[in-house]
């Protein structure tokens, strides 16, 4: 089918525009106006008014932008739209990859964008409570890649040692410190040595009462099963304790995990941990030493996590996201996830 259309935004409901999206594999856009033009195929050229031409495959720059946490109507897409250079050609089609995802859209440019009028972007996606991100290079899922996650407040939704030390009756201390670590604000391995430290005396009982209970993060499952299928590597890279990242990696069946190990003597915490801490450093070493011993190319790497020592990892992997995450790290990477499950970061890869 052949078509070239300017609508009033609001006549194009969230429903219409998924439906436009699934009967035809891309729609060129732009505001015409106050309208949306909408083109499949480029129409009968009549003098100056004449539609302009389609933007053809070849000429996408390979930058993107991925909408998706909520339904995308054609009111959303003209404001979008309006914030594009007009000299900057837009490609839309639909972004599903998962069943348990809402439809999303994804943008192919022509043109990177500047770094103003990304930050007007994501502006305008806070504004309209939707996840925007800008992709330079993509990520391709059906090709062998890794993920390394970060655990406490990425793989599952709370912080180990919070829990360790609420139980062992010392939490609004501890608290305070892993607060202020994950901000950026104290040194991780001086943080985690303080906070263990207060910890000393505690059975080991409480690990196991975290254990019991321990809340996977929603849509943790749903991602590992689905990047396994597609022969990707999997591991856990955390200044958290092996006690925890030890089962994760056996219930999902991980390709390796890398944690703390903390000090338990006939069955009492000491306060110490055992050998070298797993800091920000160790876990960007984790991404190169996973991709390198898996033959994985650089291009194919992803790292995901929350707090100020992610950082490092998530500038080493070609791929690094934010998941709602600490204002520092939001700041730091382009790639951010603020609200949602973790299945969603596979609106962020390539299908082929």
């Known amino acids: ?108 440019l022509t043109a990177a964008l500047s770094a103003e009028l990304q930050q007007r972007l994501f502006a305008f996606a806070a504004e309209q409570q939707i996840e925007l991100v800008y992709l330079d290079q993509g990520v391709t899922l059906s090709k062998p890649g890794l993920l390394v996650m970060d655990m406490d407040s990425t793989a599952i939704s709370i912080e180990c040692i919070d829990e360790i030390a609420a139980l062992a009756g010392v939490g609004p201390q501890v608290a305070a410190i892993t607060a202020r670590a994950m901000n950026g604000e104290l040194d991780f391995a001086a943080s985690l040595t303080e906070r263990v430290a207060a910890l000393k005396g505690a059975p080991q009982s409480v690990l196991q009462r975290v254990l019991d209970d321990l809340p996977l993060m929603p849509g943790l499952t749903e991602l590992v099963s689905t990047l396994q299928q597609q022969q990707w590597r999997v591991a856990i890279a955390s200044g958290g304790f092996t006690y925890f990242t030890d089962v994760l990696q056996q219930r999902l069946a991980l390709t390796a995990t890398f944690a703390n190990v ?36 650089a291009c194919q790497t992803v790292a995901i996590g929350d707090g100020a020592n992610d950082l490092p990892m998530l500038k080493t992997a070609a791929l690094g996201v934010a998941f709602h995450a600490k204002p520092k790290v939001q700041t730091a990477v382009s790639a951010r996830i603020n609200q949602g499950s973790l299945l969603q970061l596979l609106y962020l890869l390539d299908p082929a």
């Open 1 to 108: 089918m052949s078509f070239s259309i300017s609508v009033r935004p609001t006549q194009l409901a969230g429903a219409y525009i998924t439906t436009l999206l699934t009967e035809h594999s891309a729609l060129r856009l732009q505001a015409d106006g106050p309208q949306l033009l909408l083109q499949k195929t480029p129409s009968v050229k009549s003098g100056v008014d004449a539609t302009p031409e389609p933007i053809k495959p070849a000429e996408l720059s390979g930058y993107s932008i991925r909408l998706f946490g909520k339904p995308v109507d054609g009111a959303l897409l003209y404001e979008f739209c309006r914030l594009i250079p007009t000299d900057t050609g837009i490609i839309a089609s639909l972004l599903q990859p998962h069943p348990q995802l809402p439809a999303g859209v994804l943008i192919q």
């Open 262 to 297: 903390l000090e338990i003597k006939n069955g009492v915490l000491t306060g110490k941990v055992v050998g070298d801490i797993v800091d920000a450093n160790t876990k960007a070493r984790a991404v190169s030493l996973l991709a390198e011993t898996y033959g994985i190319a």
